[in-house]
């Protein structure tokens, strides 16, 4: 049921980068101006708010955008108000859950296109928990390297916000999956979300493991968000004619490489993004449909590791930073 439409404040909280830099750039502020929705755009109040390592790349510098900005991608609310020529399926007091940026506040204005009614008996901190990262989990597997049922796939990170996400779609289409972690709890973790094997990076060889298990043959697909520190070995353990899905860089960016590199084995070297996916409504819609259903149907395990107040954003940004949490970060405004 949606709820009641609220009055629109004039300004609102939120959290501002001026300029590039550590998480001493992020500014929390209590008289930001409050946006108008334009052409088929909503405005929504957020209740929680997705934090992605993404926007530790936006903070950095590390990918460019304008500044000053408002970061985040993703976020759940009630819509508090609607620009021109929006469907009536996202009228006021709708619980939705969307991507767009500037999510780090108190409202938001979005695109409809982009945004998806909350089913009933989903709660708001676990919608706000699935989107960015279940969607780019699943159109790795679909778009990136189309993963089929027995295929062996290396998952770098595995117990990590992205990493959970894949080892538990991962086995929901049947594939085996071996993840690396950097302990035995982070290992646990990760096979109790699908992953057969983990390989513990901190103690032993990650090419020479995934070679035992796999026969010798390598993996059809290596999905590694942690970049710089993983690359060359991915190019190892890949299988022959077998796909790099390089998404992340939780460990900096991959340098320049000789591109002859991959003929070897005929290896397909992809660095996707979402949004190049999901760029047409259609495109969202039917990626979002599946991925509400697999959470409807599966139960997956959504692990919020810790929901911070939207003013202890640099606290959050510390703690994603040093990969010494678990699952997904929520901001609370």
Same mark, same amino acid.
């Given at each position: 049921?949606?709820?009641?439409?609220? &009055?629109?404040?004039?300004?609102?909280?939120?959290?501002? =980068?001026?300029?590039?830099?550590?998480?001493?750039?992020?500014?929390? %502020?209590? #008289?930001?101006?409050?946006?108008?929705?334009?052409?088929?755009?909503?405005?929504?109040?957020?209740?929680?708010?997705?934090?992605?390592?993404? +926007?530790?790349?936006?903070?950095?510098?590390?990918?460019?955008?304008?500044?000053?900005?408002?970061?985040?991608?993703? *976020?759940?609310?009630?819509?508090?108000? &609607?620009?021109?020529?929006?469907?009536?399926?996202?009228?006021?007091?709708? %619980?939705?859950?969307?991507?767009?940026?500037?999510?780090?506040?108190?409202?938001?204005?979005?695109?409809?296109?982009?945004?998806?009614?909350?089913?009933?008996?989903?709660?708001?901190?676990?919608?706000?928990? =699935?989107?960015?990262?279940?969607?780019?989990?699943?159109?790795?597997?679909?778009?990136?390297?189309?993963?089929?049922?027995? +295929?062996?796939?290396?998952?770098?990170?595995?117990?990590?916000?992205?990493?959970?996400?894949?080892?538990? @779609?991962?086995?929901?289409?049947?594939?085996?999956?071996?993840?690396?972690?950097?302990?035995?709890?982070? !290992?646990?973790?990760?096979?109790?979300?699908?992953?057969?094997?983990?390989?513990?990076?901190?103690?032993?060889?990650?090419?020479?493991?995934?070679?035992?298990?796999?026969?010798?043959?390598?993996?059809?697909?290596?999905? #590694?968000?942690? !970049?710089? #520190?993983?690359?060359?070995? #991915?190019?190892?353990?890949?299988?022959?004619?077998?796909?790099?899905?390089?998404?992340?860089?939780?460990?900096?960016?991959?340098?320049?490489?000789?591109?002859?590199?991959?003929?070897?084995?005929?290896?397909?070297?992809?660095?996707?993004?979402?949004?190049?996916?999901?760029?047409?409504?259609?495109?969202?819609?039917?990626?979002?449909?599946?991925?509400? %259903?697999?959470?409807?149907?599966?139960?997956?395990?959504?692990?919020?590791?810790?929901?911070?107040?939207?003013?202890?954003? *640099?606290?959050?940004?510390? +703690? @994603?930073?040093? %990969?010494?949490? &678990?699952?997904?970060?929520?901001?609370?405004?």
């Amino acid at each position: 049921m949606a709820a009641a439409p609220t &009055t629109v404040p004039r300004t609102m909280k939120g959290v501002v =980068v001026e300029k590039t830099g550590g998480v001493e750039v992020l500014e929390f %502020r209590t #008289d930001i101006p409050v946006p108008e929705p334009g052409e088929g755009e909503i405005l929504v109040k957020n209740e929680y708010i997705g934090v992605n390592y993404i +926007d530790t790349y936006f903070r950095t510098g590390l990918y460019a955008s304008p500044k000053p900005e408002i970061l985040g991608r993703e *976020a759940c609310g009630h819509i508090a108000s &609607t620009g021109p020529n929006v469907p009536p399926l996202f009228a006021p007091g709708t %619980r939705i859950a969307f991507l767009a940026t500037g999510t780090y506040a108190e409202y938001t204005s979005a695109p409809y296109a982009k945004a998806v009614p909350v089913p009933a008996g989903l709660s708001s901190d676990l919608a706000a928990a =699935v989107l960015l990262q279940g969607l780019t989990a699943l159109t790795l597997i679909r778009e990136s390297h189309p993963v089929k049922h027995g +295929d062996f796939v290396l998952v770098h990170a595995a117990a990590g916000g992205m990493g959970l996400w894949l080892c538990q @779609l991962l086995k929901w289409v049947g594939a085996r999956t071996i993840g690396t972690a950097s302990t035995v709890a982070k !290992g646990e973790l990760a096979k109790e979300n699908g992953a057969e094997w983990v390989v513990d990076y901190s103690r032993e060889s990650v090419v020479e493991r995934v070679r035992e298990i796999t026969g010798g043959d390598g993996v059809v697909a290596v999905f #590694d968000g942690v !970049g710089k #520190d993983t690359f060359e070995g #991915d190019l190892e353990v890949v299988a022959r004619k077998g796909t790099v899905v390089s998404f992340g860089n939780a460990s900096g960016p991959v340098p320049p490489f000789t591109i002859a590199r991959l003929s070897a084995k005929n290896v397909k070297l992809v660095r996707p993004m979402l949004y190049s996916y999901i760029h047409t409504r259609e495109e969202f819609d039917h990626y979002a449909s599946e991925l509400l %259903r697999f959470v409807e149907q599966e139960k997956p395990n959504i692990n919020i590791h810790k929901v911070y107040p939207l003013q202890d954003v *640099a606290r959050a940004h510390t +703690d @994603l930073e040093s %990969r010494k949490t &678990t699952g997904k970060l929520l901001l609370k405004p």
